[in-house]
Nanobody, 119 residues
C-alpha cells in the first residue's frame, strides 16, 4: 500500500516535497515512480528511481525535480523546485517490481496528492 502526501497550493517559483510511504514489505526491491495527471489530460510519467538508485525524469522537470528514496523508511520523495503553473496536477506514486516507467506496468498505486501552482 502506498500513501502520497505533501501536496498543496504554492506560488510559481516555489517548492514542495512530496513523500510517498509504503507499507512494510519488500519496498527496497521495487522501482518507484511519480506520475501526474492534470485536469482533462492523461496521466503522465514524471520521474522514477530504480531499486539501485538510478533516476530518470521527463524532460520538462529535469533540473527542477529530484526523486529520492529512503529504504529504511520505506519512503520515496519528489522534491519539486521552481514550480510552474503547468506543474499543476494530481501527483501519484507507484511501484514497479521490474523498474518500469510505464503506467500500465506499475504493480501498485497510491492515491494522489494535489499540487496547485498559482501564477
Amino acid at each position: 500500500q502506498l500513501q502520497a502526501s505533501g501536496g498543496g497550493l504554492v506560488q510559481a517559483g516555489g517548492s514542495l516535497r512530496l513523500p510517498c510511504a509504503a507499507s512494510a514489505g519488500t519496498f527496497s526491491l521495487y522501482g518507484m515512480a511519480w506520475f501526474h495527471q492534470a485536469p482533462g489530460k492523461e496521466r503522465e510519467f514524471v520521474a522514477s528511481i530504480s531499486s539501485g538508485g538510478s533516476t530518470y525524469y521527463r524532460d520538462s522537470v529535469k533540473g527542477r525535480f529530484t526523486i529520492s528514496r529512503d529504504d529504511d523508511k520505506n519512503t520515496v520523495y519528489l522534491q519539486m523546485n521552481n514550480l510552474k503553473p503547468e506543474d499543476t496536477a494530481e501527483y501519484y506514486c507507484a511501484a514497479s517490481f521490474y523498474g518500469s516507467c510505464l503506467s500500465d506496468d506499475m504493480d501498485y498505486w497510491g492515491k494522489g496528492t494535489l499540487v496547485t501552482v498559482s501564477s
